[in-house]
């Protein structure tokens, strides 16, 4: 088992930057891919950006490619999702997930957090 606790959301104005952390915990010396999911009022839960073990590939969802940057430090056990350039639209409850596999991590994870809210004003 994998417990995964996001922090950094926030308020921020449209067009600044904000930086969200999951730290994980549990079975974390086995080797597991990391991902962030985001779900808008009334919308369903989407994709954001994903990172493999190694740190080596990434992917990214369109509506974010070239704003947001994942990374992760696994001393720390933590994966970062720097968002730059943020717009109203980014609005959502910003999810944590886990999962042995690059692919799935991105699709059906095993392994999610709680979420933490990033509300985007103009």
């Known amino acids: 088992q994998v417990q995964l606790v996001e922090s950094g959301g926030g308020l921020v104005q449209a067009g600044g930057p904000l930086r969200l952390s999951c730290k994980a915990s549990?079975?974390?010396?086995?080797?597991?891919?990391s991902g962030w999911f985001r779900q808008a009022p009334g919308k369903e839960r989407e994709f954001v950006a994903a990172?493999?073990?190694?740190?080596?590939?990434?992917r990214y969802a369109d509506s974010v490619s070239g704003r947001f940057t994942i990374s992760r430090d696994n001393d720390k056990n933590t994966v970062y999702l720097q968002m730059n350039s943020l717009k109203p639209e980014d609005t959502a409850v910003y999810y944590c997930?886990?999962?042995?596999?690059?692919?799935?991590?991105?699709?059906?994870?095993?392994?999610w957090g709680q979420g933490t809210q990033v509300t985007v004003f103009s």
């Open positions: 997930a886990a999962d042995p596999n690059l692919y799935d991590v991105a699709r059906r994870p095993d392994y």
């Open positions: 549990g079975r974390t010396f086995s080797p597991y891919a």
């Open positions: 990172i493999s073990w190694s740190g080596i590939t990434t």
